[in-house]
T-cell receptor, first 115, second 116 residues
């Protein structure tokens, strides 16, 4: 079945450092890929998405490119801020049948940014 | 501007008790979901619904039941609570099929349940 593997955390960075959180996936067909973010005490919210190969999703300075050849969707940001401290989840939606309605999530990566 | 509202936010249950987690959305979304989040394990889908009167099992449905009598509400019932059901529960909704790019899950703030 579908699965998502993302970088084990926690990740601790200093403000203005470069961030990469790795995400790879296993799925049949052509899934859509997502990054969700969970700030402390809140529910998850969509950060960015990509629906086909070579698409780049971007939002709030974060970027991720859908790489079908490497089955990856790595999250990057050039200069992190303290306010980026959160848990980041990579997710995919299946490409057919009942999978269209559901997201498969990775385990999440806790990011802490220190001033 | 409520979005997805979950109640209660916190609850402690004794083994064998039953309870219902409430979920309501005011965005007129057809699709609704219940996930549980265990530490270091990401989110697992418990049940989902594609419209009023239609529900289906997700990855981890055992010990839970749902109903969808209206578009707005999607309660999750725990029967005979067990320590393994200690978790944070998230309700979510979406307007369209996720795969088609326009789909986006909107989450509630979560309900933290402890079974002792």
């Amino acid at each position: 079945g579908d699965s998502v593997t993302q970088m084990e955390g926690p990740v601790t960075l200093s403000e203005e450092a470069f961030l990469t959180i790795n995400c790879t996936y296993t799925a049949t067909g052509y899934p859509s890929l997502f990054w969700y973010v969970q700030y402390p005490g809140e529910g998850l919210q969509l950060l960015l998405k990509a629906t086909k190969a070579d698409d780049k999703g971007s939002n709030k300075g974060f970027e991720a490119t859908y790489r079908k050849e490497t089955t990856s969707f790595h999250l990057e940001k050039g200069s992190v801020q303290v306010s980026d401290s959160a848990v980041y989840f990579c997710a995919l939606s299946g490409a057919g049948g009942g999978s269209n309605y559901k997201l498969t999530f990775g385990k999440g990566t806790l990011l802490t940014v220190n001033p | 501007n409520a979005g997805v509202t979950q109640t209660p936010k916190f609850r402690i249950l004794k083994i064998g008790q039953s309870m219902t987690l409430q979920c309501a959305q005011d965005m007129n979304h057809n699709y609704m979901y219940w996930y549980r989040q265990d530490p270091g394990m990401g989110l697992k889908l418990i049940y989902y619904s594609v419209g009023a009167g239609i529900t289906d099992k997700g990855e981890v449905p055992n010990g839970y039941n749902v109903s969808r009598s209206t578009t707005e509400d999607f309660p999750l019932r725990l029967e005979l609570a067990a320590p393994s059901q200690t978790s944070v529960y998230f309700c979510a909704s979406s307007y369209s099929i996720i795969t088609f790019g326009t789909g986006e899950l909107f989450f509630g703030e979560g309900s933290r349940l402890t079974v002792l």
